[in-house]
């Protein structure tokens, strides 16, 4: 007999992955700075991984301009 997951807790452990995450949009709105830049510090300066063409980003990292 398997234990799998029910679709409601599956898309439970979803959404709060998701919450945890945000996109260049929304990391340039949070951090006052350009979503080109946010893309440029994807690739060295904060932590992100790239998913086709979209960034996402840790939300509970430092804001980048204050380093």
């Known amino acids: 007999m398997t234990n799998n997951p029910s679709n409601d807790q599956l898309q439970t452990k979803l959404d709060e ?3 945890q995450l945000m996109t260049t949009e929304e990391a ?3 951090w006052g700075l350009s979503q080109d830049h946010i893309k440029r ?3 060295k300066k904060v932590v992100a991984c790239k998913r086709g063409k979209t960034w996402l980003i840790l939300k509970d990292q430092p804001n980048p301009k204050h380093d």
């Open 17 to 19: 992955l998701m919450s």
């Open 41 to 43: 510090l994807c690739d």
């Open 28 to 30: 340039s709105e949070q």
